[in-house]
Each structure stands twice: as structure tokens, then as C-alpha cells.
């Protein structure tokens, strides 16, 4: 989701999630969230509130911290798990940060750019002489020309305006921009039941590099080399959490309202209807990634100056901790 979110700090929003065999000693884990909970994170609620991590014999607790840092607390172990996103992983790792994606949440980026309808644009190639209403991070210049070149459009024909803590239709109707980058399954959504007329152009329409995982799930190579089974018992929850959120869509919503009650359930019910088919692809099962994009991605985060020294795609994600066709 939006790279934006009130509040700093760890807050906690989610403990024990259920009963253990008797004798048991359950582990407890820490996951960071990337953003406020939304429906990139229904796969998390149900698993708890279904006791799959219970199971697993795990005690998972939730916590949101400030903007942008899952990765660092999660390569860290400040934290055991985090939801992340392809580019910061990459990012990390480039920096050194032991970092790995252990499972994709969603199989194609699901965000992209939106405008008002009132102005004109319906294009990549309208985006020229158009303000772009952002938060000053150097992704944003080079999905944006990256785009643009790809259509054969001035890329230096694009203002940028820093709009920080702002919603992106809020700062629309406000005139402050005139294009913005959401996710179209939570903001695009939420525009729908405002009855916003808007266009949306998705960043996987324009290049195939720009469609890259984000969300994913992540985990230190610490944790992968001290407690593999723990990892995997972890992911094998998030499985079984996330299939009930693609076959039980009405259900998965309402314990995510349940879980997060403070949460709009309409847009939580639209939106849950929106994400559940995108969360596989066919013939992918949930959490699988392709070596090709993040292959991709780096080459182009590199060539792109987001990135100076180069990451080995083959440590920054692993599918090794995904169940088994038939396990979980």
C-alpha cells in the first residue's frame, strides 16, 4: 500500500491466536506490517483468528511500525518476520541488509498511477506537463520515466510535488497534483465507493519490470539458517490463511473487520472482492516467485542509480519454505 502511515513507533495490534496441545511451550514471533491493515494482510488476520499459527505453534504478534523500516527491523531481527515490498527488499540488500522474500502475497503489482477524469489524463504520454503528487523517493522519478520513455513521452516535462501525509484523492480534489501512484485493491476501492471518476493506469500495463512483487513476506537469513522450521511453519499458517481468503473471500473479510474493527467494512468486503483472485496466478500456487523478476528488477534498480552494487537475486528470495503441493 501507500508508502504513508499516521503515527510512528510499534504498535502492537495483534497477541496470542489460539491454544496449544497441553505441555506445549508456544514460540513467539514478531510480524511488522508494512502499512496500516488492509487486504494485502488478510492471509495474517485469518491465520490467527483461525489458530493455523497456533498450530504451528507459534504466538504471533503484530505490530505496525513507522514507514519503510520492516525490512531494516525484519534484517535486523528487531522483528522475526515483516511485509515488505520487492524494491525495498532489493534496496536492503544492496545495503547490506540480510533481508530475504520468503513468499510473494500477491502475483502481479497490483498498483499504478491515478488522475482525475477532469484531468484528461487517460494516458501515459498525458503525464507531460502534468504535476506528480508523490513523497520525494527516487522510485518514483524512475517509474515514471521508465514509463514515459517506453510510450515515447517527456519525461522532463513531469513536475513533482511532495504531498507527504496527504490521501491521494484528498490531495487531488484539493488541486495540489494531478496524478498520484496507489494500490488500486485498497485507494482505487475506497475512490469507487466515494464515487470519484478517475482513470488508473497500471504500472504492470507499462513495463514488464515494473511488475514486481509487492507485498511479500520477509525474514532475516539469520532466521532461515537458526530455525528453518519455524520459517516454515510460519509460511505454512500464511497458506492456509491466505487460501481462505481466496476461496472464503466473505469470510476472510469479516474476520479481518473483526481483527481490525476500526476499518470501513464496505471497502474492507469491496476490496477483499477486488484482491482475492489476484492473490495466484493460474498454475502458481499462493507465494511462489519467479527468479526472472527479481532478476529484472535488480538489473534495472541498478541501471536506474536506485541501487550501487549489484544483489544476487538468488539470496534475496527463497520458495524453499513454501508447503508442498497437498501439505498444510
Request: charged residues 20%.
Amino acid at each position: 500500500m501507500k508508502k504513508v502511515l499516521m503515527g510512528g513507533g510499534l504498535i502492537v495490534l495483534g497477541l496470542l491466536c489460539g491454544t496449544l496441545a497441553v505441555g506445549t511451550e508456544p514460540r513467539t514471533v514478531t510480524l511488522a506490517l508494512d502499512w496500516t491493515p488492509n487486504t494485502n494482510h488478510t492471509g495474517i488476520y485469518v491465520a490467527r483468528e483461525l489458530g493455523y499459527f497456533a498450530e504451528e505453534g507459534l504466538t504471533v504478534e503484530i505490530v505496525q511500525p513507522s514507514p519503510g523500516i520492516s525490512a531494516s527491523l525484519t534484517g535486523s531481527g528487531s522483528v522475526t518476520f515483516g511485509v515488505s515490498m520487492q524494491e525495498d527488499v532489493t534496496m536492503a540488500r544492496a545495503e547490506g541488509v540480510p533481508v530475504v522474500s520468503i513468499a510473494a502475497v500477491v502475483q502481479h503489482n497490483t498498483s499504478g498511477f491515478a488522475a482525475l477524469a477532469e484531468t484528461g489524463i487517460r494516458d501515459v504520454r498525458d503525464f507531460e506537463g502534468k504535476r506528480y503528487g508523490g513523497w520525494g523517493q527516487r522510485l518514483e522519478h524512475e517509474m515514471i520515466r521508465t514509463a514515459m520513455e517506453g510510450a515515447g513521452a517527456a519525461f522532463d516535462r513531469v513536475t513533482f510535488v511532495n504531498i507527504g501525509m496527504i490521501d491521494s484523492f484528498t490531495a487531488a480534489r484539493r488541486r495540489v497534483a494531478d496524478f498520484f501512484w496507489i494500490f488500486y485493491g485498497w485507494e482505487g476501492i475506497s475512490g469507487e465507493l466515494q464515487g470519484i471518476d478517475f482513470s488508473f493506469l497500471p504500472l504492470r500495463e507499462m513495463a514488464d519490470v515494473l511488475d514486481y512483487y509487492t507485498p511479500v513476506i520477509i525474514t532475516s537469513e539469520a532466521m532461515i539458517a537458526d530455525d528453518p522450521e519455524t520459517v516454515r511453519g510460519f509460511v505454512r499458517a500464511l497458506s492456509r490463511g491466505y487460501a481462505v481468503a481466496i476461496d472464503r473471500l466473505g469470510e476472510a473479510a469479516e474476520i479481518l473487520v473483526r481483527q481490525v474493527p476500526e476499518l470501513d467494512a464496505a471497502l474492507v468486503a469491496a476490496s477483499q472482492a477486488w484482491l482475492s483472485p489476484r492473490y495466484t496466478d493460474e498454475g502458481t500456487p499462493w507465494g511462489a516467485q519467479a527468479r526472472e523478476v527479481w532478476v529484472r528488477f535488480a538489473e534495472w534498480a541498478l541501471a536506474n542509480g536506485l541501487i550501487t552494487e549489484t544483489i544476487d537475486p538468488d539470496r534475496a528470495f527463497t520458495n524453499d519454505f513454501l508447503p508442498e503441493e497437498g501439505e498444510g
